[in-house]
């Protein structure tokens, strides 16, 4: 209500010759007052409430930045407890380039290393790689050529997306071209093993220097796991124009880590369920509730150079609060709650599931492994 309205009905309150002037001038100043102080009120009310909201967008992002934080120090303590190291390995970037050309083939297998990015919908991706051996005892006849390779159950013919043989030349003494030959090795019932060429590849190589060379074996792959073998093991030459055999299939002096591998890429069939997917929000979201969060974990800002590959990838992490009413996904813990709201800190805002990631590392004695890191990717966040 306006001013000369309240004017208007205090006047009507008293007769008309009975208000001197002096009497409306102190309504009017009252009045005025009262009008002016019921103003300061609503709006310090509006004040404080966008004051409280602000604080409370500013509460949720330090939760969401401790979170984050506690995130990043728990990769780094996990990966170095998994690994069995008390600290990371001190290895510098300039040893890394001298060592590296001694593994296998790092360059195609780093170009596998995309940021982790997987679709709710599809099923992820894994990378195995498998080194030759060589069987013991050792055929006469196969001192120098026979590769034997261990396959994992989790490759099947179905998954299979891609394998390939990678086989190392040694360096010739002039530029020649290398006839590389693969063969399949069949027990016979004689005891002997027959021979059957599944692969054959022309190189032209430069003079001094070795080469990795890959050979596409998927349909032999998949020959083998359909018609399962007690062992698998291939033939490997790889012929110059002068008759030498440049292929490396066994560590002579100076040749660690060149000997034949398959890499396989299969096809992780297990989907992921939607229903228990809960909320994934972004760094702007204004989302209280418990909710997935991205966050790229970068090892070059660790300063760990000792891991080759991936160098980053999205660890996402967990933040935001947890009421007990919205807890019907775990109903005995909600009782538990309610029952002893003083004796329990209440539900937290976890990983309730996690995937791990292929990684390809220095250990200490300087070796590189290629192994499978548990629990590195959060892919979904509840309250439990």
């Given at each position: 209500m306006s001013l000369s309205c309240h004017l208007h009905w205090t006047f009507l309150l008293f007769p008309?010759?009975?208000?001197?002037?002096?009497?409306?001038?102190?309504?009017?100043?009252?009045?005025?007052?009262?009008?002016?102080?019921?103003?300061?009120?609503?709006?310090?009310?509006?004040?404080?409430?966008?004051?409280?909201?602000?604080?409370?967008?500013?509460?949720?992002?330090?939760?969401?930045?401790?979170?984050?934080?506690?995130?990043?120090?728990?990769?780094?303590?996990?990966?170095?407890?998994?690994?069995?190291?008390?600290?990371?390995?001190?290895?510098?970037?300039?040893?890394?380039?001298?060592?590296?050309?001694?593994?296998?083939?790092?360059?195609?297998?780093?170009?596998?290393?995309?940021?982790?990015?997987?679709?709710?919908?599809?099923?992820?991706?894994?990378?195995?790689?498998?080194?030759?051996?060589?069987?013991?005892?050792?055929?006469?006849?196969?001192?120098?050529?026979?590769?034997?390779?261990?396959?994992?159950?989790?490759?099947?013919?179905?998954?299979?997306?891609?394998?390939?043989?990678?086989?190392?030349?040694?360096?010739?003494?002039?530029?020649?071209?290398?006839?590389?030959q693969v063969s399949r090795l069949r027990p016979a019932r004689e005891g002997n093993s027959t021979r059957v060429r599944v692969r054959s590849l022309k190189v032209d190589t430069e003079a001094g220097a070795g080469s990795w060379q890959s050979i596409d074996i998927k349909s032999l792959l998949q020959a083998w796991l359909r018609q399962p073998e007690s062992s698998y093991s291939l033939e490997i030459n790889a012929f110059s124009n002068r008759g030498e055999d440049l292929a490396v299939t066994s560590a002579e002096p100076g040749e660690e880590g060149l000997q034949p591998f398959i890499e396989v890429k299969i096809l992780d069939s297990s989907k992921r369920s939607r229903r228990d997917s809960g909320l994934d929000c972004d760094e702007e979201s204004s989302e209280t509730r418990c909710c997935r969060y991205p966050l790229t974990v970068d090892f070059e800002e660790f300063g760990w150079d000792w891991i080759i590959a991936p160098k980053r990838y999205r660890a996402n992490y967990c933040s935001g609060e947890c009421e007990f009413l919205h807890l019907q996904q775990y109903p005995h813990a909600h009782l538990v709650n309610k029952a002893n709201p003083r004796g329990s800190a209440g539900p937290c805002c976890t990983p309730t599931k996690m995937s791990p990631i292929n990684m390809l590392y220095f250990n200490r004695k300087e070796q590189i492994i290629y192994g499978k890191i548990p629990s590195m990717v959060v892919d979904n966040c509840g309250c439990s």
């Amino acid at each position: 209500m306006s001013l000369s309205c309240h004017l208007h009905w205090t006047f009507l309150l008293f007769p008309e010759n009975q208000v001197t002037d002096e009497d409306r001038m102190l309504l009017f100043l009252s009045l005025a007052a009262a009008v002016l102080s019921a103003g300061r009120a609503m709006e310090m009310n509006q004040t404080s409430k966008l004051l409280a909201e602000s604080l409370e967008q500013c509460s949720a992002c330090d939760s969401r930045e401790h979170s984050k934080q506690l995130r990043l120090h728990s990769i780094r303590s996990q990966i170095l407890s998994i690994l069995r190291l008390e600290q990371a390995p001190n290895i510098s970037r300039d040893m890394i380039r001298q060592l590296i050309p001694k593994a296998p083939p790092l360059t195609q297998l780093l170009d596998q290393y995309d940021p982790r990015a997987e679709d709710e919908e599809h099923a992820t991706t894994e990378t195995i790689i498998t080194m030759a051996t060589k069987p013991n005892p050792v055929p006469a006849e196969q001192l120098s050529s026979c590769c034997l390779f261990s396959l994992s159950p989790k490759i099947q013919p179905k998954n299979i997306l891609s394998a390939q043989l990678w086989v190392h030349l040694r360096p010739s003494l002039a530029v020649t071209t290398v006839f590389l030959q693969v063969s399949r090795l069949r027990p016979a019932r004689e005891g002997n093993s027959t021979r059957v060429r599944v692969r054959s590849l022309k190189v032209d190589t430069e003079a001094g220097a070795g080469s990795w060379q890959s050979i596409d074996i998927k349909s032999l792959l998949q020959a083998w796991l359909r018609q399962p073998e007690s062992s698998y093991s291939l033939e490997i030459n790889a012929f110059s124009n002068r008759g030498e055999d440049l292929a490396v299939t066994s560590a002579e002096p100076g040749e660690e880590g060149l000997q034949p591998f398959i890499e396989v890429k299969i096809l992780d069939s297990s989907k992921r369920s939607r229903r228990d997917s809960g909320l994934d929000c972004d760094e702007e979201s204004s989302e209280t509730r418990c909710c997935r969060y991205p966050l790229t974990v970068d090892f070059e800002e660790f300063g760990w150079d000792w891991i080759i590959a991936p160098k980053r990838y999205r660890a996402n992490y967990c933040s935001g609060e947890c009421e007990f009413l919205h807890l019907q996904q775990y109903p005995h813990a909600h009782l538990v709650n309610k029952a002893n709201p003083r004796g329990s800190a209440g539900p937290c805002c976890t990983p309730t599931k996690m995937s791990p990631i292929n990684m390809l590392y220095f250990n200490r004695k300087e070796q590189i492994i290629y192994g499978k890191i548990p629990s590195m990717v959060v892919d979904n966040c509840g309250c439990s």
